[in-house]
């Protein structure tokens, strides 16, 4: 894991994120199918599998103290397994890509079916919604990073697998290790390349809210593929599976165990822990 400070102008505008807090977006899974959720707003995605299902399902959450209840709300197709999301920002709608190479925008809110916006030579790994200027960004294996409107498709060094995006802030990371830096304010021009010293591939990037950096990680062999937490931190979501770091072959579809868990955070699990003093000067 490693963190990048980077520095370049930024819009002189208020930020005003409005989440879509009650509401838990997964992936569906079987015992068959490894688990991916998009939560509370915020989007996390377990390694490419080519058995993942291609159904999207949303759940309202709600919590009483340390209860946490859900109750199935909606749920919509893809022609293909579903590997990454995104919710628009009032809540409305959400956007996902999958291995159809379509990017669709699922009108949630108005019962509406889902529409395609964007198309892609190969799958569709990671999507971002960026509200400053109601933009929506797709990064695919076909090499390319689109947008379609204003219509543009730009080009990238290798295979598209983690994004993150906080405006104007956008950072991708391909294949071949590359972490590639853009500012949105010129977005056709890469800002800054730079090859990740982590060992095996990027996985997953966090660009800091200040906009000034980014964290890059790799994935590990872990039962937890994918987590998140919802708008006040009260609640995370994270999925048990099989991860595929080792293989098809030593998938037990008979013993594996996929599930999507809620937990209630509790204080004393996030509250830091008194420093002991070890008697050193």
Known sequence: MNAYPLRFPLLPIQITIRIFH???LGFYQSTNFAASMSTFGTAATSNYNPNRSAEVRCW?????GTNISTVPKAAMLHDQPVLCSAWKDDGTAVFSGGCDKQAKMW??????QPVQVAMHDAPIKEIAWVPE?????TGSLDKTLRQPNPAHVQQI?????????RHPLM???TADRNLVVYNLQNPQTEFKRITSPLKHQTRCLAA???QQGFLAMMRCSQPIPCCAFNYDGSISAYSVCYDWSKGAENHNPATARTYMLLHSV???EIKGKPRTSTGRK
């Not at 309202?60 to 009483?64: G, L, M």
């Not at 009108?107 to 509406?112: D, K, M, V």
């Open 22 to 24: 009650q509401f838990f």
């Open 60 to 64: 309202e959450v709600t919590r009483s």
């Open 107 to 112: 009108p949630l809110l108005s019962g509406g």
């Open 133 to 137: 200027i109601n933009l929506l960004v």
């Open 157 to 165: 060094p290798e295979r598209c697998y983690a994004l993150s995006v």
């Open 171 to 173: 950072v991708v990371g």
């Open 208 to 210: 800091f809210p200040e």
């Open 266 to 268: 509790q204080e004393n």
